[in-house]
């Protein structure tokens, strides 16, 4: 086995083990009614770049318990489909779960890699991603298998987190904690929440795996909670599991002052009903 390839295969592990957790999916599906309001805006980006319309067959990658996959079944209607797939089996079930009670029928839940997609050449119209392509293993894999299920007139868009000094949503949750720890950066090709926040990264992905017309804007959008600032950051700390094991290896002292530091930064975009930190995100889309 090459170096690389073992190198794949301990960060395909690293994934796997953080997002298929019985805590993180339990987490995720818990919060997934008030993560589709917050997560709007950056939807609503994601289903212009990728051009959904009625009728639409849409493949979702890392739906999780089932955002964005709700919104783009409601913007394709009763003519279209969406696919909703995610790497874990919980996240999946989750999701089938939520579909069952809230009656919807143009979504099916599936698991699948995005890297070993287990359907047939030309499957859909649109293939979307929000907040799953930094977590790619082998990104070239993962697009080259894009590329194959889509339809020749189809057309991908991904939208992943943007820099973190644009972002007031991560900069107020994580920068205190950041703050009071030594942070390493991570190697350019590990998976990790940043990995196309750099301008151009995630478009030169797109030219590079032969997608055409390739567009790459960064915005950055409210994301509106239904709730109080403490109750945002109970949910930050449950979902955003690559940053976890920073908040818990602080010290007790040292977690707890940082946690006020992150309440007293998110009161600011709090009117009473909704904390809205705004977020930065980068949206890159291309032809088939």
Not at 100 to 120: E, H, K, T, Y
Not at 133 to 152: C, G, H, N
Request: charged share 20%; with cysteine.
């Amino acid at each position: 086995m090459s170096s690389s390839t073992a190198t794949l295969e301990t960060y395909q592990q690293h994934v796997e083990d953080e997002w298929t957790a019985p805590e993180t999916v339990n987490a995720w599906d818990r919060w997934l009614p008030k993560q589709i309001g917050q997560f709007g805006p950056a939807t609503a980006l994601l289903a212009e770049a990728a051009g959904i319309q009625a009728g639409d067959t849409v493949l979702d990658l890392g739906s999780g318990a089932g955002d964005p996959a709700f919104t783009l079944a409601t913007l394709v209607g009763p003519s279209g489909r969406v696919t909703a797939t995610d790497l874990a089996e919980g996240m999946v079930q989750a999701c089938r779960e939520h579909v069952q009670a809230r009656g919807v029928s143009n979504i099916d839940c599936l698991q699948a890699d995005a890297q070993s997609l287990p359907f047939p050449d030309a499957s859909f119209n649109r293939v979307t991603s929000k907040l799953g392509a930094m977590y790619f293993t082998d990104v070239q894999k993962a697009l080259s298998e894009i590329r194959r299920v889509l339809q020749p007139d189809g057309r991908v868009a991904l939208v992943c987190w943007g820099a973190v000094e644009r972002n007031p949503y991560v900069l107020h949750h994580a920068g205190p904690f950041f703050a009071r720890a030594e942070i390493q950066p991570p190697p350019p090709d590990m998976p990790h929440p940043f990995r196309f926040a750099q301008p151009g990264t995630l478009a030169a992905e797109l030219e590079r795996a032969g997608f055409l017309d390739v567009v790459e804007e960064t915005h950055v959008v409210p994301m509106p909670w239904a709730g109080p600032p403490e109750e945002l950051w109970q949910n930050f700390y449950e979902v955003a599991v690559p940053v976890r094991p920073l908040i818990d290896g602080l010290s007790p002292d040292e977690r707890e002052a940082a946690i006020g530091e992150v309440l007293a930064g998110l009161r600011q975009y709090y009117d009473g009903s909704y904390t809205s930190p705004p977020g930065a995100f980068v949206i890159a889309s291309g032809a088939r």
